[in-house]
């Protein structure tokens, strides 16, 4: 039976892994940090949380690691966890380095000393292109990152690189771009959307407002993504590899599409910081822009280029942009539902 070590349990991608590492029989063991929050819920709604080990591992802390990984010896470690709220990078950037940047060389120096032999996975972003210097971008698009966010995990990636190169460390780097699902974190743009669609349709609440809507992002499925991750690993040799679907969306269309699933006729009032989106059926503003979501440098247009993963991975999406968008509608609209019959 194989091990996996999992940093980042809690997440989204750390929950579809888990699931999906399951049943490919591996034991999954997962890295989680002390903290106020314990809640396990993306375990409990994919009907996991009593099988997985979970172990109390902090990427600040590296005796910490080097103790956990001494005892696990995993063959397969994914590093999920990051501080990966681009927002609050600006917030808390020295917290931001520490954990996605320095986190990621004292996990791959723990590895190097007891278990060099452990293949590892690095959670990288599309966020690292930041200010795109191609359209669209793969392996060799230089990055330039635009938030402390994207400037960490520029460091943590080419820290693995560096790692694989200088001890013949079996250490890759997926590049994911943006992947969404219903267990995305509320605090994600897509999450807000949808979950607070829902409350408007059930009454709790009156509108949402955003930031910028005409950014584009390249949104997947994380269930599938987390595959590709597996896939990685599994190969003869380690490389790095972009995951995406090659198409690019802005946040207004996702609201556009989001308010369809729910069951909302939208139409767009005015411009940009002063847009509104009005339900023509009921003539209420429901969406409303505000500068206050801004980010001090924006990342305008991300479209990822997967061919290398569809050709070595033989990894490809399979889920539209709107069949997501529909899937997260749905699952919200239940919660909600559920929320209000307790």
């Not at 590093?79 to 791959?108: H, I, K, M």
């Not at 940009?272 to 969406?287: A, E, F, H, P, T």
């Amino acid at each position: 039976m194989k091990v996996a070590l999992i940093t980042g349990i809690r997440g989204q991608d750390g929950a579809y892994l888990s699931k999906f590492l399951l049943e490919k029989g591996y034991r999954v063991v997962g890295a989680d940090r002390r903290s106020g929050d314990s809640s396990n819920w993306r375990l409990k709604e994919l009907g996991i949380e009593n099988e997985i080990e979970v172990v109390y591992m902090d990427l600040l802390e590296f005796d910490n690691i080097f103790r956990t990984i001494q005892k696990i010896q995993p063959d397969e470690v994914y590093n999920l966890a990051a501080q990966s709220f681009v927002a609050t990078s600006f917030e808390q950037p020295l917290l931001t380095a520490d954990v996605d940047a320095l986190g990621v060389v004292r996990l791959l120096e723990a590895l190097r000393l007891i278990k060099p032999d452990a293949k590892f996975y690095q959670a990288s972003t599309s966020e690292m292109f930041g200010k795109v210097q191609a359209i669209p971008q793969n392996e060799k698009t230089p990055f330039y990152p635009r938030s402390p966010y994207g400037v960490s995990k520029v460091f943590g990636h080419w820290i693995t690189v560096n790692y694989r190169e200088s001890y013949n460390m079996f250490a890759c780097s997926g590049i994911l771009f943006n992947h969404e699902s219903p267990l995305r974190g509320l605090e994600f743009v897509t999450r807000k959307i949808t979950y607070n669609l829902a409350q408007i349709k059930f009454g709790l609440r009156d509108k949402i407002v955003l930031g910028n809507l005409d950014a584009k992002r390249d949104w997947g499925y994380a269930k599938e993504y987390v595959e590709g991750m597996w896939m990685m690993l599994q190969q003869k040799e380690p490389d790095d590899y972009v995951l995406a679907t090659g198409e690019t969306h802005s946040i207004k269309e996702f609201v556009e599409k989001a308010c369809y699933f729910a069951g909302f006729d939208l139409e767009w009032e005015g411009k940009d910081d002063n847009l509104k989106g009005i339900d023509r059926r009921s003539g209420r503003v429901i969406v409303e822009t505000s500068k206050e979501f801004h980010r001090p440098a924006e990342v305008d247009l991300l479209i990822g280029d997967a061919s290398k993963a569809k050709r070595v991975l033989g990894w490809q999406p399979k889920t539209s942009f709107e069949k997501l968008v529909e899937i997260m509608v749905d699952a919200d609209l239940k919660r909600v539902a559920q929320e209000l019959n307790r």
